[in-house]
Every structure is written in C-alpha cells, then in structure tokens.
C-alpha cells in the first residue's frame, strides 16, 4: 500500500492571514500558491524566506526568471542608479540609454550567426506573446500560414500559443484554437513515441519532419515555421539530442522553412551554454525572455535581417518599452557572461543530478533523472502500471508527495510533465555546491513519501 503524503504543511498554510485572503479573493485559475501554501516576505541569493520566519531554497525562481537569485548586487545596483537618475519608467519604443545598452549586452551574448546581422523586437513583456510576434513574423516574412509545432511543448497560455502547445487540459474546455497547426513526436528518452528510444528515436522524429516536407501527399502543405524548445521544460524537462536538433536545422533550411527556438524558460546559461540552441539549432527567429529582464517582466525576439519585413506596428505592446527591466536586464546579461555562469550551471546540475540519481538508486518510484545544467527533472512513475511498452506509467500523487516532502524540508521544487509527474528543479545559476548537497539531502529525505 501506498504510503500517504506529509500530514503537515508550512505554517503559513493554516495561520496566515495573507494565505486567507488570496485565497478568499484570488481566482481558481492560481497554480502555484495551490500546491506551495507560502507567503513569502524575503529573498536573498537563492533562498527566501516566508512569514512563519522558514528559509527555503528557491528552486522555482520565478519559473527560471531568477537568473542570478533574489536581490543580486548587480541588479540591484542597476535598478538603484536608474531610479537614481530620473529614468522614464515606460517608453513604448522610444529608445533611451539604458534600452541601447541592453541591446548592446544582448548582441554581445548572442548566437554568432544573430548577432552578425539581427534584428530585435520588444515585445508585450511575456513569453506567449513573443512567441506570438515570432509566429506572425514567420507568416509575413513566408506568405505561408501553417505552424509545426511538438508533442510535449509549451509555449504560453493565449490562444495562439496554446495551439502551439501540446497539454491538452488548458486546451479542453476552449474549442477552437488557431488553426494550421500540425504537431509532430518529440524525442524522450524515457517515452519514446517510437517505443525505441535514444538516437534511434530521435532519428525517426525526425524523420517525421521530412516526411512532413517532403512527400506531397503528406497532407500538410509547406508550412511557415518550425518551433521547438531545445529543452522542452513543463513537458518534464526533455533534452532534445543534438542529433535532432541538427536535422531540424538541416531540413527546415533546405526547404526554406523558418525555425524559431524558444528559449523563454532555457535562455542565459540555464542549461549549460548561454543559448540551448548552441547544440546545433542555429535558428532564424530566437525567442526570449525571463532571465534576460534580470527577474523583471521584458520579452523580445531577435531574428535574421532578411525576415525583417513586416510594417510599422505590425506587433506592437503598451510595456514593451519598460526601462527598469531593461536596467537589470543589461545588468544580468553583462554579469552571466563575465562570470561564466553557464558554465559553473553546467558543472553544479551535473553535480546535482549525480547525486540525485545516487540517492534515488534502488527506487522504483523514481523512473528517470534527467536534464541540461541546472534545468533538471525526476520522474516520478507506479512500478506497478505499465504502458504498451512496458514503461512505468507516469504517478502525479507520487510526485506531489515528493513535492510536499520537500518543501518541508526547505527546498521549494515545482512539477510538470505527463501526469504531471515530474518534479522540476531549475535554481538560480548561482547556486553552489553546498546548496546542491542540501537539495539532494532534501529528496532523499523526502523519498518515503
């Protein structure tokens, strides 16, 4: 029999009066706050504290927006000397000092191939609609309409880029979504839709791809783009092997096809390199936001010159011109660079799943660790199902136990993925080795739940 979940949750949970009133007042659509009962008042590094006076680890980090942790000295710098000097707060597309040293520290960090000869559009100050301008500029610069997307995405939650996306339950009680999307099989080492796995698998998604474009009876006409996430992360953090991704690129070039990586969550050094898509993506149009406002709300695309060709206000957004985002994001960007934090991500996350593959050796729950720098997910399953494969079937009530666990011992994970059965870890870049043992000591604590 299944052990049941920690009977106990954080203080805050039955004592706090701002816990009550969110809950009294905000809407049922909250997710977050359902599943961590926290009332947080500060944050330093990569640790924040609640008002029952209890520090966590802050392995959720404004969803991987928190690049360099909570309060960092150089954004803080950055956000004190720009209201220091009379900023305007918002500036539509007006440029200012600090937007042209943004960009200026963006190019400077960019894939070669963007920043030889890019553009940039700033975007409303949220991934979905970045995507969203991605999308539209694929069309324009085309003349073609259709979408290919991948199982397991995501890519926001508007209409537009659910029909992207590739959860079901968001899309369910909506009807109709944008149309000319076509979704294809996304490599998983774990639930390959081949039921082969590794390279091999990656390789017949792929050639779902070709087929897609090259036989014309496939049923889909030439479409205008290819997105994928290099890394998909609410999937339930699934690396795509370079392998693929190269392919992608080679196909989608060959036949004249726009590739857009999003790299909202995988951007700035999250998965080991300063850009997912180093690993062979190269893409047209590079999708980008959380980390890259230093933890404040900014989004952009930037894109090869020769797709450049839409009208004056062709996308456009009231925030898009948000000046203190811009501050911290220059900050941020200037600062991952110059630190390396890509690369010290890189050796921490290897660290961090080493020792959690380590602890969960033996544990039939835990089918899968898997991940890119400090981007990492445990599937959780029920050794006792088995799909058509023979694969353990994904357990989300294991997965939120596992959660539960370790929040109670001070480290605050998150979970996605089928079944929602994926715990995910992604901390701040910061994060030390000492802060990687105490995490790991948390999950295997935490693995009797």
């Avoid at 039921?195 to 036989?215: H, I, N, P, S």
């Avoid at 890509?342 to 799943?353: E, F, K, P, T």
Wanted: with cysteine; charged share 20%; proline share 6%.
């Amino acid at each position: 029999m299944r052990r049941p979940g920690p009977s106990t949750t954080p203080a805050t949970a039955t004592a706090d009066p701002l816990l009550a009133r969110q809950t009294a007042r905000e809407s049922a659509a909250r997710t977050y706050s359902r599943r961590l009962p926290l009332a947080l008042v500060h944050g330093a590094g990569v640790e924040v504290r609640d008002s029952a006076g209890r520090t966590y680890i802050d392995c959720l980090a404004g969803a991987g927006a928190l690049a360099l942790g909570h309060h960092h000295p150089v954004v803080v710098d950055a956000l004190q000397s720009a209201l220091a000097d009379g900023v305007p707060l918002t500036t539509l597309d007006l440029t200012t000092p600090l937007k042209d040293a943004f960009v200026e520290e963006l190019f400077a960090a960019l894939p070669a191939s963007l920043a030889a000869a890019g553009r940039i559009q700033f975007c409303g100050p949220t991934g979905a609609d970045a995507v969203e301008a991605a999308v539209k500029l694929a069309r324009t610069a085309t003349g073609r309409g259709g979408i290919v997307s991948f199982g397991g995405a995501y890519h926001g939650m508007t209409h537009g880029t659910l029909a992207l996306s590739g959860a079901h339950a968001p899309k369910t009680p909506l009807g109709t979504l944008a149309d000319d999307v076509q979704h294809l099989p996304f490599p998983t080492a774990l639930r390959c839709p081949f039921g082969v796995g590794g390279e091999a698998g990656a390789a017949l998604c792929a050639r779902t791809l070709r087929w897609l474009l090259e036989d014309d009876h496939s049923g889909t006409p030439k479409p205008a783009a290819v997105i994928l996430e290099p890394v998909q992360g609410e999937g339930g953090v699934q690396p795509a092997p370079t392998s693929f991704l190269r392919e992608v690129r080679a196909l989608t070039r060959a036949h004249g096809v726009v590739l857009i990586a999003d790299e909202v969550q995988t951007g700035l050094g999250r998965t080991g390199r300063l850009w997912a898509s180093d690993r062979g993506l190269d893409p047209d149009i590079l999708v980008l936001s959380k980390a890259i406002g230093g933890g404040l709300p900014l989004a952009v695309i930037v894109y090869r010159e020769e797709l450049d060709v839409w009208a004056p206000g062709a996308h456009a957004g009231t925030f898009r011109g948000n000046q203190l985002a811009m501050a911290a994001g220059a900050a941020t960007i200037r600062h991952v660079a110059a630190e390396r934090l890509d690369v010290q991500a890189d050796r921490v996350g290897s660290a961090l799943m080493d020792g959690l593959r380590s602890a969960a050796a033996g544990c039939e729950a835990v089918a899968d660790v898997r991940g890119r720098g400090l981007m990492i997910g445990i599937e959780l399953v029920d050794p006792a199902r088995t799909d058509a494969d023979g694969v353990p079937v994904p357990d989300g009530e294991r997965a939120s136990a596992l959660q539960q666990a370790m929040l109670e011992r001070g480290v605050i994970v998150e979970v996605g993925g089928r079944g929602a059965a994926t715990v995910r870890l992604l901390p701040p870049l910061i994060l030390e080795a000492a802060h990687a043992e105490r995490i790991v000591d948390a999950f295997a604590a935490s693995l009797p739940a």
